[in-house]
C-alpha cells in the first residue's frame, strides 16, 4: 500500500497518457490498449494536447488488480508495429482445444509423409512456415532438439513431431504466407476428419 501512497502524493488527482504508461512502467501502445478496451476508465477532453483526462484512483485499482492476476493485456494484442493487424494472425492454439496438441503432429506425420526421416534446416522453415531466423533461434536454443550442426543441422523428423506440439509452436503467430498455408491446411484436415 506504500508505493500507492506515494504515488498520491507524486502525482495529482487526473494524470495524462504519458504519466499513465510512465507510472505503470508499460509502453505507450500498452497504455493505449488498457484505455481504448475500458481497462483503464478515462474522460475524454476533446483536446489534443491532453485527450486523456485519467482518474490516478483508477490507475492504482488497475495496478493493485494487475499485482494480483497478472497482465490484462492478451498475448500478441499489442504489436510495435500498429500497420500489421492482429486479427489478420492465427495460432494453432485458436483451432485446437487444450489436450489435442497430438493432432498437430498426427497431420505433420501425415502431410510430410514424402520427408526424409532427417530435415535440414530448409525442410522445417518449408514444413513449419517459420521463417529461416526464428528456425535457426529454436535450434540454437535448443527448443528443436538436431543430431548435428556441422556442417549443417540434421533434425530427425521425430524431433519435429516433438516440437510442433509445444506451446512454443502452438503459440506462434507469423504474416508468413507459408504458415498461413500450413496453419489453413491443418483447419480443413481437422474439420474433414472431425466431420467423418
Known amino acids: 500500500m506504500k508505493k500507492y501512497e506515494l504515488l498520491k502524493k507524486k502525482y495529482p488527482e487526473y494524470i495524462s497518457l504519458d504519466q499513465l ?3 505503470c512502467k508499460i509502453a505507450k501502445r500498452s497504455a493505449i490498449y488498457l484505455i481504448q478496451h475500458g481497462i483503464i476508465p478515462v474522460i475524454e477532453t476533446g483536446k489534443k494536447t491532453w485527450r486523456y483526462k485519467i482518474s490516478l484512483d483508477d490507475v492504482i485499482i488497475y495496478l493493485q488488480r494487475r499485482d494480483e492476476i497478472g497482465s490484462m493485456i492478451p498475448r500478441g494484442a499489442v504489436k510495435s508495429r ?8 492465427k495460432s494453432f492454439s485458436q483451432i485446437i ?6 493432432e498437430i503432429a498426427e497431420y505433420f506425420e501425415y502431410i510430410y509423409s514424402d520427408y526424409g526421416d532427417v530435415l535440414t534446416t530448409a525442410d522445417i522453415v518449408e514444413m513449419t512456415g517459420l521463417n529461416k531466423s526464428t528456425v535457426l533461434k529454436l ?3 535448443g527448443q528443436i532438439k538436431f543430431l548435428s550442426n556441422k556442417p549443417t543441422y540434421l533434425i530427425p ?3 519435429l513431431l516433438k516440437f510442433v506440439v509445444t506451446r512454443r509452436f502452438i503459440e506462434s503467430q507469423t504474416i508468413s504466407e507459408t504458415f498461413k498455408k500450413v496453419l489453413g491446411g ?8 472431425s466431420s467423418r
Open 139 to 141: 535450434l540454437k536454443s
Open 157 to 159: 523428423k521425430q524431433y
Open 97 to 102: 482445444k487444450p489436450g489435442q496438441e497430438w
Open 186 to 193: 491443418f483447419e480443413i484436415w481437422k474439420n474433414a476428419k
Open 82 to 89: 500498429p500497420t500489421k493487424t492482429v486479427s489478420n494472425r
Open 21 to 23: 504508461y510512465r507510472i
